[in-house]
C-alpha cells in the first residue's frame, strides 16, 4: 500500500481519496493506493485504516446511511456520529477514485 505517490501509476488498481472538510472548505486530503488482490471490502477498510492513522483519528463505525451512499456513489461522508471521539471538523468523505476490475 502507498500513499500519495505519482510513481508507478498505471500498476496501480485502487485508489482512495480521504478529505477533511470544515466550513465547506477542504482541511487536508490524503490519497491511498493498493495494488494487492484482495477484495474491494478489504482494500476501502485498508486505506481507510491508514487514512484514520495519517490524519490521528479513530477508526468511524459504518453506519447503514455510509454503507448505502458508498454502495451507490462509491464515496461516504463520516459526521460526528460515527466518530466516538469529539473531531475538529464537520466531516470526512472518503472516495474510490481508480478502480480496476
Sequence with gaps: MKLTGREGED???FRLWAKEWKD??????LTVSDESEDTRTHKVL???DE???????GKPIWLESNI???QRHAKARFYQDSFIENISFDFLEIQVIEEDW
Design 24 to 29: 465547506n472548505r477542504m482541511k487536508r486530503d
Design 11 to 13: 500498476d496501480i488498481m
Design 68 to 70: 448505502k451512499e458508498f
Design 51 to 57: 487514512v484514520c492513522y495519517a490524519f490521528d483519528l
Design 46 to 48: 485498508r486505506a481507510l
